[in-house]
């Protein structure tokens, strides 16, 4: 009988990936060949010609020739380079593409991160980019895909507390007494039914005040709580810590992508379980601001952590803050399982987000932040996190968040909870979606 997987060392190792690269990308030839094009106008005779149609791939003695359609967008190269990285030999390979270099290596890299990758001298920055591009979205992958026993809210600070010592970034962690002690009373509550207690992580990149905040929703595991999920519902729920994976793996690779600029990250981690201390519904906590939370569903966990979050990021006043979160299923409802949801109360910012998410080939979409809704949150003496109606919540969730943002802080909330996740439940099948965006957004290549 084979020896289980070591998940810990996996993840250990694709963090050392992140921060001192894998494999070689060079500027140089080499003997094999993978050649990408566009749709040919014309072909050989032949039972199985090759048409250059987007998927299609050919074998010609040392070269593997790969299609990308007729106007292909990087989304569709990184795909198709995914599909094509199966074949990949070990020894070095010779890269030719008439676009989007930067993606077919995120790609190629995505499955065979060793294999040395040839590319033109001219072409070597935006390939060196892609490479970090699947290094990062490989260790978001790792780390939401981890059972729950693994990936614990304690573990999950200690990842971080490694990620900084070796990604040169400053780190605190509150465990689960002084997330109490010092006014974080949402994320107390949310997790404090499980004996894995609730931690908060801040990460800081660069020195001075952040120009960027990062806040990423980190449920560990998510049974619903006193509101119990049933439990066919609960077995992909280890995907809810996603928008918190997602962020500690981008700033894991901030230093190596050169970024120009401060950045903090806010992760708060819990496990909402019903242990004895779980909140119940009708339950009253305060969060750090002061704002009073009303919980009405102990199963509407993931923005009640997040006021907590956002309120503290929001305290450092800076020029843009992002939070990720797998939030509510209204959002795939809206928009199929692979497109995030992205709200805001300022049109530059959410502009500038989804141009982000448009170099990286990250399917977004807007969704209107309408304050006609607010009622459905508001009580009379705070917020409540269940607006009451079945209809909107993806609307309401946002409205719910805003309440923890001022007004004069450019702020983009991004729910992606169909595109965090693709397969069955068993898989390692974390996409890593949202990393790609959120280096585009804070390294934008000159």
């Known amino acids: 009988m084979s020896s289980g997987r070591d998940r810990v060392a996996e993840i250990e190792a694709a963090i050392d990936a992140v921060v001192n690269g894998t494999g070689a990308v ?4 080499a003997a094999r060949r993978i050649k990408f094009e566009t749709t040919v106008a014309s072909v050989d005779d032949g039972w199985l010609p090759f048409t250059g149609a987007l998927g299609s791939m050919a074998a010609d003695g040392a070269t593997l020739r790969v299609g990308l359609g007729d106007d292909p967008t990087v989304e569709d190269a990184r795909r198709a380079a995914t599909a094509a990285s199966e074949f990949l030999p070990d020894e070095p390979v010779l890269v030719e593409t008439p676009v989007f270099v930067g993606a077919v290596v995120d790609g190629l890299s995505s499955l065979r ?8 001298k001219e072409s070597l920055a935006d390939a060196q980019r892609g490479r970090l591009a699947s290094d990062v979205a490989r260790l978001a992958r790792l780390l939401v895909s981890a059972p729950a026993n693994v990936l614990t809210p304690a573990a999950a600070a200690g990842w971080a507390r490694r990620i900084a010592a070796s990604a040169g970034l400053e780190c605190s962690v509150l465990g689960p007494s002084e997330v109490v002690s010092q006014g974080f009373g949402a ?7 499980s004996a894995n207690g609730p931690h908060l992580v801040s990460l800081e990149f660069g020195s001075g005040e952040p120009d960027v905040c990062l806040v990423g929703k980190g449920i560990t595991f998510d049974s619903g709580g006193l509101s119990l999920k049933s439990p066919a ?5 280890r995907l809810d810590v996603a928008g918190a994976a997602t962020v500690l793996a981008v700033m894991a690779g901030l230093r190596r992508a050169g970024c120009p600029v401060p950045v903090r990250a806010v992760l708060p981690f819990a496990e909402n379980l019903p242990g004895p201390g779980a909140a119940r519904p009708g339950d009253v906590v305060t969060a750090w601001n002061g704002t009073e939370i009303q919980i009405m569903d102990t199963d509407f966990e993931g923005r009640v952590v997040l006021a907590d979050a956002l309120a503290l990021a929001a305290s450092f006043r800076p020029r843009l803050l992002v939070d990720l979160a797998t939030l509510t299923y209204q959002a795939e409802i809206a928009l199929g399982p692979s497109i995030a949801a992205v709200f805001g109360r300022s049109s530059p910012a ?6 982000a998410g448009s170099r990286a080939g990250e399917p977004l979409w807007p969704l209107p932040y309408d304050e006609r809704y607010l009622d459905q949150v508001r009580t009379p003496s705070g917020v409540r996190n269940h607006p009451l109606h079945d209809s909107g919540r993806a609307i309401t969730a946002a ?5 923890f943002v001022p ?5 983009v909330h991004c729910d992606m909870t169909g595109p965090a996740w693709s397969g069955d439940t068993s898989g390692d099948n974390a996409t890593g979606f949202g990393a790609r965006t959120l280096l585009e957004l804070l390294t934008p290549a000159s």
Request: charge should be neutral; include cysteine.
């Open 187 to 193: 994320l107390a509550a949310i997790g404090g039914g």
């Open 399 to 403: 409205l719910f968040l805003g309440c």
């Open 26 to 29: 060079t500027a140089g030839s």
């Open 350 to 355: 959410v502009s500038s987000f989804l141009q």
């Open 113 to 120: 991160s060793g294999t040395p990758l040839r590319v033109q």
């Open 407 to 411: 007004h004069d802080v450019p702020w």
């Open 233 to 237: 519902a609960m077995q992909s729920m």
